[in-house]
Structure formats: C-alpha cells, structure tokens
C-alpha cells in the first residue's frame, strides 16, 4: 500500500517533531516546507533511519498554486493520502498598525486559506482511503483576546471553527478532524527564550515539541476532535469562562508586556 501522511510545514519545530513521531510509527512522509529549509536531508534522514518512505516538496504555502502543485503531485505519484497534517504556520506579535500589510495576507494565506484549500484539494484521495485523518494545528491564541495577536489569533479562531463544523461533516465518510490548540512550544530559539521569561503561568503551560507531537498524533489516530495539551492550558480554559473580562485583559497585558519587543 502506498498509503502515506502528508504534513505542512515539515522542516523545523512542531511539523518536523510530528514528522518523526509518524516516521516512528513506521508511516510513510511525504514533507512540505520552503525552499532550503533542510527539508532534502531530513527526508533522507527519515528514510535511512526508520525504513519509511518519503518524499518532500519545497514550495511557498503561501499561495493557492502551491495547494495544487502538492495535489498534482501526490496525483502523479499515485501516493493515497490516510493522514493530512496541517501544521504550517506563521507566527505573529506587533501592533496592527505597524504591521506590514504584505505580511498579514501572507500569514492568513498559510494559516487559512492552505490548510482550507488543501483539504479540499485531497478530500477525494482521502475518502478512498478512508477510516483517514485530519489534524490542523491551532493555538490556545484562538481561544483568547490577545492584542499584538490579533490577526494570528483570529487565523488560529478561524482553524479551530472550520475543524469543528468540517469534522461533523467527515464524519459520515469516516475521515476525522482532529484541533489541537497548544499555548507555548519551545520549537524556535527566540520562542524558547520568551517562554522562559514569561510569568509562571504561561511558563508551566508551555510543552516541548516532542512531547505536543506525541499527544497530537496520539489525538489524531484516536479520532479526538479538539485537544488542549497540558494540564494548565486546560486550566485556562475554565478560567476563561468563568473570570471577568476586565481581569483577564490585566492578566494577558501583563503577559505580553514582559516579551520584548521584537517581532515574532
Ligand atoms: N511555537 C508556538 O509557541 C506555537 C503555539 C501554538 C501553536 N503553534 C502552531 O504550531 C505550528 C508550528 O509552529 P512552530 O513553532 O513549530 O513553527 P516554526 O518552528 O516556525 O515552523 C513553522 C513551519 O512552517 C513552515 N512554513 C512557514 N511559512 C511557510 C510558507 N510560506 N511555506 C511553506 N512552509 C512554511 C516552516 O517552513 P520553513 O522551515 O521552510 O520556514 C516551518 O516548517 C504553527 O501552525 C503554529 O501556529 C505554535
């Protein structure tokens, strides 16, 4: 069976963790990211090591051609596609006003309209295949009113809303959707630097790559439709509904206050 997972945003962090969980699990790759991101050699790697096959493909996401070079590909290749990975992503933190406006169309271009267009794009391939799975990787930030996030976090809002109502209709065809909203990752060294000075709170909700992939990949095979990783970001949740709005904008003020102020 030429049965494969196919995952965005495979070279670094999260979406290469995930790669390897799956490598792991002795299921074939086939590996998205921009062009000379490493992507050749982790393919190599993957397929030396864990007796898998791969393939890869170095293409901007951030544009709806390369949603259909990705298809046309997997097409050619006769490749079927069980498991879909949404991981690509473009992290942000500014005001919005000093934000580029080339930069936020490319950012919900990768963040939503590649993760829309692909699934819709593999939909037939999948069904073929099916029980299959969907997994589309969100952020806490979907959840929360951030200022200097706006945009992600709406990108992020949008995710978790089109998995929820995608996944009742998949349902029937036995493909799942799976959410997985994760609060801090220690994937970038700039990230795990600003995690480390953040209060503890947002400290202890952080999670390594490895440990997120697992859980996610874990929550994906299951059929879970939404996963909080971690004990304090489940905390965080009820918190939400049950604090008053004035304290929590204190509460994430004093968050975002301590980063500095770089640009994600
Ligand atoms: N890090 C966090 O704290 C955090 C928290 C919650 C959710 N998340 C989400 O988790 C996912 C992974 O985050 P991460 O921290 O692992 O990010 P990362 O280390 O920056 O990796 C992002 C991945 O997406 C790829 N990518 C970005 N823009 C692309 C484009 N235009 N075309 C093709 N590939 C592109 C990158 O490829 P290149 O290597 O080629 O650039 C890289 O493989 C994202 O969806 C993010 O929103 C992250």
Redesign the pocket.
Known sequence: MKTHTLI??????????IALEFANRKMNLVL????????PELSEFIKDNYNVKTHYL?????TSQ?CHAISEFIQEKQLQIKCLV??????SRGLFENIDEQFIL?QI???VT?PTLLIKLLLDNMKSVAPASILN?????SFFALPKKQV?GAT?AYLTSFSRSLGKELKPHNISVTT?????????TR?CYQ?RIMGWISREA?LN?EDASKMAVDAMLDGQTLLIPGFINKCLMVLDKILPEFIKDRLAERELNKLPRLQV
Do not use: F, H, R, W
């Open positions: 965005t945003g495979a070279s670094q962090g999260l979406g290469k963790s998205v990211a921009l062009p000379n991101s490493g992507l170095e293409l901007d996401l951030s390369s949404n991981n690509a992503g473009v992290l490319s271009a990768v963040n590649t990787i969100s952020s806490m930030a992600y992020k997985i909203c994760p609060g801090g990752l220690n994937t970038t990230l995690n952080v790559p």
